[in-house]
């Protein structure tokens, strides 16, 4: 499953880069997150409670961040597991300023197995989208009072 998106934010980069970064950001505002720990310099274990259509469940997985640009890119690559099957990702995000703030740019490749893939790809892609239009907005909304 291939998803692109782009984001506006009314914040500059370093900002939204801080916000991106930031453990105790991300697993307020990453849907369905219970557990977010930093166990390496870019790399987090997670655990997860999603629902997707009728397939609920918790999941376990880790995410690493690779090559990073500060401000500018990285390659998110997570992966997870749990008894509604197993996901894996890698997503290329590009932070770029704009003239009233921001923009982030995302391309990502999921590829998803077992009961979880049984909900088909076109239900899973719009419940992806929407999930990250969520977390898009709720970055920017916590980056304003935090940051």
Not at 14 to 19: F, L
Not at 69 to 86: D, V
Not at 119 to 131: E, T, W
Not at 137 to 147: M, W
Request: hydrophobic fraction near 40%; charged fraction near 30%.
């Amino acid at each position: 499953m291939e998803l692109k998106g782009k984001t506006e934010f009314k914040q500059p980069v370093d900002v939204i880069w801080k916000a991106l970064h930031d453990p105790e950001i991300l697993k307020d505002v990453i849907p369905g997150c219970q557990q977010l720990e930093l166990i390496g310099e870019t790399e987090y274990e997670v655990k997860m409670k999603l629902g997707v259509a009728a397939v609920k469940g918790e999941y376990k997985g880790k995410v690493k961040l690779e090559d990073v640009k500060k401000y500018h890119y990285y390659i998110f690559n997570a992966e997870g597991s749990g008894s509604p099957g197993h996901v894996t990702a890698k997503m290329d995000c590009r932070l770029a300023p704009a003239e009233n703030g921001c923009v982030l740019e995302w391309d990502c490749n999921a590829e998803v197995g077992g009961m979880i893939a049984s909900v088909g790809s076109r239900v899973l892609s719009g419940i992806a989208k929407f999930m990250a239009g969520k977390f898009f907005k709720d970055i920017e909304k916590v980056s304003v009072k935090k940051l």
